[in-house]
Nanobody, 121 residues
Framework: QVQLVESGGGLVQAGGSLRLSCAAS????????MGWFRQAPGKEREFVAA????????YYADSVKGRFTISRDNAKNTVYLQMNSLKPEDTAVYYC??????????????WGQGTQVTVSS
């Protein structure tokens, strides 16, 4: 079992930055690929970014490429999402997910409770 707890969301002006964190319980964090997804009101959940188990490979949605950076610290059982140049359309609840593979993240084995990010114009 893996429990995921997100933090770091909040209200920020357009152009600003936030860093989200997702802390995982358990001793097998490095066995999981990790990802960030988001869901805006009235919209379906969408992929944002993913990182392989070792951190050697990262993947991004086109809408955030060049602005967001995903990273992980396996010693701290934590994955991060650095979000720069935020836009109002980035407003959503952001969720952390874990799965055995990057390909399986969208139907991920484990999900956090989400953290709200609101970007004002």
């Amino acid at each position: 079992q893996v429990q995921l707890v997100e933090s770091g969301g909040g209200l920020v002006q357009a152009g600003g930055s936030l860093r989200l964190s997702c802390a995982a319980s358990g001793r097998t964090f490095s066995s999981y690929a990790m990802g960030w997804f988001r869901q805006a009101p009235g919209k379906e959940r969408e992929f944002v970014a993913a990182i392989s188990r070792s951190g050697g490979a990262t993947y991004y949605a086109d809408s955030v490429k060049g602005r967001f950076t995903i990273s992980r610290d396996n010693a701290k059982n934590t994955v991060y999402l650095q979000m720069n140049s935020l836009k109002p359309e980035d407003t959503a609840v952001y969720y952390c997910a874990a799965d055995a593979s990057v390909a399986g993240l969208s139907g991920g084995s484990y999900w956090g409770q989400g953290t709200q990010v609101t970007v004002s114009s």
